[in-house]
T-cell receptor, first 112, second 114 residues
């Protein structure tokens, strides 16, 4: 059974600081997704990582994937308040046909 | 713009009164999904359709049913809602084969059961 674990589950960080969110998964997969969710809203796709060593960056967020370690990271650089949200990683349940298994999410709060 | 649309955005129903939630997509995607998300939890997959093929998750209660009459529309029927069914219901789509593989989510329907 595929399991996806994120840590930390809660993160309070100061503006301007850097931090990394980790996503581990239990079985072989080479497709990992990061989503952002604001309170009361739906999920917004941030990154799609499709191969070992994939790295993608958008603004202050950078995501990477190490399929051998079954690990993805979401790195936050110089955090700003607008990044406050819940971040989910998700992995394909089976290759090719795509129900996702989600991590529990990391609730990020950026404070002044 | 191509998108995933859910109606209604907010639904209030009485305990035991059947309710139907609607999802439509203009992306022409093969796969449509229904997720249930309770407060401060991850989305939980209820079922998905690959074209007309229905796939039910093993732990989805029988109280939940789904219909996909055509490529564009998918419905979630809750036959006898209980208080525990109050949640955000998210519809998503994906191409199903070939990149990109990501899922596109609709805005969700927040269901309240009184």
């Amino acid at each position: 059974e595929l399991k996806v674990e994120q840590n930390p589950l809660f993160l309070s960080m100061q503006e301007g600081k850097n931090y990394t969110i980790y996503c581990n998964y239990s079985t072989t997969s080479d497709r990992l997704y990061w989503y952002r969710q604001d309170p009361g809203k739906s999920l917004e796709s941030l990154f799609v990582l499709l191969s070992n060593g994939a790295v993608k960056q958008e603004g202050r967020l950078m995501a990477s994937l190490d399929t051998k370690a079954r690990l993805s990271t979401l790195h936050i650089t110089a955090a700003v308040h607008d990044l406050s949200a819940t971040y989910f990683c998700a992995v394909d349940k089976t290759p090719g046909n795509t129900p996702l298994v989600f991590g529990k999410g990391t609730r990020l709060s950026v404070i002044a | 713009d191509a998108m995933v649309i859910q109606n209604p955005r907010y639904q209030v129903t009485q305990f035991g009164k059947p309710v139907t939630l609607s999802c439509s997509q203009t992306l022409n995607h093969n796969v449509m999904y229904w997720y249930q998300q309770k407060s401060s939890q991850a989305p939980k997959l209820l079922f998905h359709y690959y074209d007309k093929d229905f796939n039910n998750e093993a732990d989805t209660p029988d109280n939940f049913q789904s219909r996909r009459p055509n490529t564009s529309f998918c419905f979630l029927d809750i036959r006898s809602p209980g208080l525990g069914d109050a949640a955000m219901y998210l519809c998503a789509t994906s191409r199903g084969q070939g990149a990109p593989y990501e899922q596109y989510f609709g805005p969700g329907t927040r269901l309240t059961v009184t």
